[in-house]
Every structure is written in C-alpha cells, then in structure tokens.
C-alpha cells in the first residue's frame, strides 16, 4: 500500500510536469476542454445526483446541520450553474500572455509585464461539490495545475466529477494530470499537500475556521485565503425603505449557510422607528431569530413588535450564525456604522442602503473590506455573480488577490524587456 507520502509527492511530481504544458497551452485548446467538461457534465447528470445522494446519506447519519447539508446538495439548480460557468470561463478572455503598461525608457528598451501562470495550485475545501468544478475550470483558464481535496463528506461525487475532468482535459489533448483529485479522505493528505513547496506554488482554503486555523499554523507553501464571513448591511436615515427591507431580507434569508450572508443588521437611528418594525416583521415571517441591543428592543417593543427578542452579547457582534439569526444595533449614523463594521467586520463583504450620494461614497472609501456595495444584497458577493465566470474562494487578505478570486487571481506579472541591442552604461 502506497503511503500517503508517496501518494501526495506522486500528485505533486505529476502536476508540476502538468504545468508547464498548461503554461504553454493555446487558449482554444484550454477552452475546448471546458465545454467537454460542461457536455460531459450534463450527459452524466442523473449519475452525478446518485452519487451524491449517497454522500448527503452519510452527512445526515453523521449529524451534521441543515447549512452544512445545504452545501453539500447539488441540486439540479447547482449542475446548471456549474454548467453555465464553464461556459462562462471559457468565453473569457485568457489572460495568460497579456502585455500590459509597455513603456519606453531613455536607454531605448521597452518595459512591461506579462501576465503568467500561478504554476501548481493547491485547493483544500470542505462540503462544496461545486467548488470542484469552479476550481477546475479557473485553475486550467489560467494556466495553471490543480491539486484538489475536497471534503470526506462530498467524496463519491467528487470522484465522479474528477472523471468527467479527465475526460475533458483528454478530449482537448491536454494532461489529465492537470486536475488530480485526492481520492483519500485521511487528514495526513492536508498536511502533505501544505508543506509540498517543491511542488505546489500556491493552497487555496475553502472552509471552516478549524480547517483555516490548522493551515495558518502548518502550511509552509503560501496560501490565498479567506476566514469568517461577518457581513453586515447598514441602513442609513436616507434609505429608501422598499430598497432596504428587500436587500436585507435578501441579504440575510436568501442562503443562510454562505459566506456572503447578512450576519448583522445596522440601522440609523433616526430611521429605526420606521424601518425597524418593518424588518422585523419580515424576518419573524422566516423565523430568524433576532439579537438585538437595547435600543433596537426599546423600539420593537414600542410598536409591540410581537415576535420573540433575545439581547444581544458582545460576542454576537463577531459571530458568523450560518444559520436564522441575525443580530441587530441601532448606531448614530454613518461615522458609528462605519467604525462598527470596521472593528467587527472579516472584511469580506458590507453594504449601505442610502440615497445619500456623498453618503455612499464614504462608506465605499471607508469601509475596509473586500467587496462593499450600495443598494445592493451581499449575497452578490460571487465570482459568478461579478462576471468572473466562477471563484475559486473569496479572499479577505489584501496581498495579490482580495475578494472573489477569479482568473487574474490565479496569475502572476513577470516584467518583459523589448531591446535594439542597447547596453547599460
């Protein structure tokens, strides 16, 4: 029996070689093997969902909740959106071999940069199944070699989604071993593959704050990641009150086991007699329970607000629920919004509801996170969603990618110099 050892530095070995023949692969032929993914994906539809049925099987024997089993489903709805995103990617621009910023200099040569493959890139994520296909599809547009480890929960149908891979890179005449797939559930493959530098250039997280923790401790190979989603929607008096109870309601009860989910609500005070009765009620309507300030339950009770409150601790203000709870506080208005978001938020997504221009554009400056929006639900917080074709992670980091990672994510820039012959003196 092969150790996991042996195994992971075999995966390793077999994607480095991969990497440089997708470094010099021709966007036609990266392209072609998307499609053969996408066709093969919905040629194979009814064995993908049997596959996993016995995976969600597995995850419910196990105990695990209704947000975890969430992400583990692919429904026909997500086989579409894998499907379209395939698409997507391959009508993409490659970015592989752009030359940007070309200048002339005094000595006569020209300097720009050339936009390059990552090289070999490590992805470990948990319950997604989607993310195998997402990571696939963005890994090979770019250039790049993939070392996939999904979850133990998701294993059936990551296997089988690992074959139509294959299928598809061998159609194009690329490698196969381009995209491996970890086919091991044993933990030991984690700390394998995070330590690999000779190998891998790059780990790309996916999950939970255990997994994230682990990895920041352990990993020697760099990595692009993404912690907690504690994401917030701040209502301010110059709302629109139709816009703010449909993005919020929106934001928090349209998924609630995603990162980009609304976890704390913020309202101006001089809006909260009007909007906050409103909103509650809204939410009690989806049995989201509420942790509210001691403002926030002076007002509800006031209108006599008739669904049940729960006060909020200090902790709330830095949890992420991925679940029907949401917690809500009353500020004075935008300079105290926007400090609370600051002092509290992961930096991954935030949003303003105003009508305030001016107003907007401070929170747009201010606020100190990866993606910030205006009159828009956080949910919009997605590679898909942003035109990126798909994502590979959202990242919270500010060092080469933050937010939705796409393709230009996963590349680097090398400079390129353009010469007649000239010397330096």
Same mark, same amino acid.
């Given at each position: 029996?092969?150790?996991?050892?042996?195994?992971? @530095?075999?995966?390793?070995?077999? +994607?480095?070689?991969?990497?440089?023949?997708?470094?010099?692969?021709?966007?036609?032929?990266?392209?072609? +093997?998307?499609?053969?993914?996408?066709? /093969?994906?919905?040629? #194979?539809?009814?064995?993908?969902?049997?596959?996993?049925?016995?995976?969600?099987?597995?995850?419910? !024997?196990?105990?695990? #909740?209704? +947000?975890?089993?969430?992400?583990?489903?692919?429904?026909?709805?997500?086989?579409?959106?894998?499907? %379209?995103?395939?698409?997507?990617?391959?009508?993409?621009?490659?970015?592989?071999?752009?030359?940007?910023?070309?200048?002339?200099?005094?000595?006569?040569?020209?300097?720009?940069?050339?936009?390059? $493959?990552?090289?070999?890139?490590?992805?470990?994520? %948990?319950?997604?199944?989607?993310?195998?296909?997402?990571?696939?599809?963005?890994?090979?547009?770019?250039?790049?070699?993939?070392?996939?480890?999904?979850?133990?929960?998701?294993?059936? *149908?990551?296997?089988?989604?690992?074959?139509?891979?294959?299928?598809?890179?061998? /159609?194009?005449?690329?490698?196969?071993?381009?995209?491996?797939?970890?086919?091991?559930?044993?933990?030991?493959?984690? &700390?394998?593959?995070?330590?690999?530098?000779?190998?891998?250039?790059?780990?790309? $997280?996916?999950?939970?704050?255990?997994?994230?923790?682990?990895?920041?401790?352990?990993?020697?190979? $760099?990595?692009?990641?993404?912690?907690?989603?504690?994401?917030?929607?701040?209502?301010? !008096?110059?709302?629109?009150?139709?816009?703010?109870?449909?993005?919020?309601?929106?934001?928090? @009860?349209?998924?609630?086991?995603? *990162?980009?989910?609304?976890?704390?609500?913020?309202?101006?005070?001089?809006?909260?007699?009007?909007?906050?009765?409103?909103?509650?009620?809204?939410?009690? +309507?989806?049995?989201?329970?509420?942790?509210?300030?001691?403002?926030?339950?002076?007002?509800? #009770?006031?209108?006599?607000?008739?669904?049940?409150?729960?006060?909020?601790? %200090? /902790?709330?203000?830095?949890?992420?629920?991925?679940?029907?709870?949401?917690?809500?506080?009353?500020?004075?208005?935008?300079?105290?919004?926007?400090?609370?978001?600051?002092?509290?938020?992961?930096?991954?997504?935030?949003?303003?509801?105003?009508?305030?221009?001016?107003?907007?554009?401070?929170?747009?400056?201010?606020?100190?996170?990866?993606?910030?929006?205006?009159?828009?639900? @956080?949910?919009? /917080?997605?590679?898909?969603?942003?035109?990126?074709?798909?994502?590979?992670?959202?990242?919270?980091?500010?060092?080469?990618?933050? &937010?939705?990672? &796409?393709?230009?994510?996963?590349?680097?820039?090398?400079?390129?110099?353009?010469?007649? &012959?000239?010397?330096?003196?």
């Amino acid at each position: 029996m092969t150790s996991i050892d042996e195994y992971m @530095t075999g995966l390793g070995r077999r +994607a480095r070689r991969a990497s440089r023949a997708m470094a010099r692969a021709s966007t036609a032929a990266k392209n072609a +093997a998307l499609d053969a993914i996408a066709d /093969a994906i919905e040629r #194979d539809r009814a064995e993908l969902k049997d596959a996993n049925a016995r995976d969600l099987a597995r995850a419910r !024997d196990k105990g695990h #909740d209704a +947000a975890f089993i969430d992400r583990l489903t692919l429904s026909d709805k997500a086989l579409n959106t894998m499907i %379209e995103g395939l698409r997507q990617v391959a009508a993409l621009a490659d970015p592989i071999g752009e030359i940007s910023g070309l200048k002339f200099r005094p000595t006569g040569i020209q300097v720009g940069q050339m936009r390059v $493959p990552l090289g070999v890139i490590g992805i470990i994520y %948990e319950s997604r199944p989607n993310v195998t296909i997402d990571a696939a599809a963005l890994c090979l547009k770019s250039g790049n070699a993939a070392i996939l480890r999904g979850g133990s929960e998701a294993l059936e *149908c990551n296997a089988a989604l690992a074959k139509l891979i294959s299928e598809g890179l061998e /159609a194009a005449g690329l490698p196969q071993d381009a995209v491996q797939v970890v086919s091991t559930a044993d933990r030991a493959a984690v &700390g394998k593959l995070i330590t690999m530098t000779e190998y891998v250039d790059v780990i790309v $997280p996916r999950g939970g704050k255990s997994l994230i923790a682990r990895l920041m401790e352990e990993a020697r190979v $760099p990595m692009i990641k993404h912690l907690d989603g504690i994401c917030h929607v701040y209502v301010d !008096d110059r709302a629109d009150l139709t816009k703010a109870l449909n993005v919020c309601d929106n934001a928090k @009860t349209h998924r609630y086991g995603t *990162c980009n989910t609304m976890e704390t609500l913020l309202i101006a005070r001089g809006i909260a007699a009007e909007a906050l009765p409103l909103l509650a009620k809204a939410f009690k +309507a989806k049995d989201v329970e509420l942790r509210v300030d001691a403002a926030s339950r002076a007002v509800l #009770d006031h209108a006599r607000h008739d669904g049940a409150l729960v006060d909020a601790t %200090e /902790a709330d203000w830095s949890t992420e629920y991925l679940a029907p709870v949401l917690s809500i506080k009353l500020v004075d208005g935008l300079d105290a919004a926007i400090d609370h978001i600051n002092t509290y938020s992961s930096h991954h997504t935030d949003a303003i509801i105003t009508e305030d221009h001016d107003r907007a554009m401070r929170f747009l400056r201010e606020v100190d996170s990866a993606s910030v929006m205006v009159n828009a639900s @956080t949910r919009f /917080a997605d590679g898909f969603e942003f035109g990126l074709g798909a994502e590979i992670g959202i990242s919270n980091d500010k060092l080469h990618a933050r &937010g939705p990672v &796409g393709l230009d994510g996963l590349t680097s820039l090398k400079y390129v110099v353009f010469g007649h &012959g000239e010397i330096r003196n």
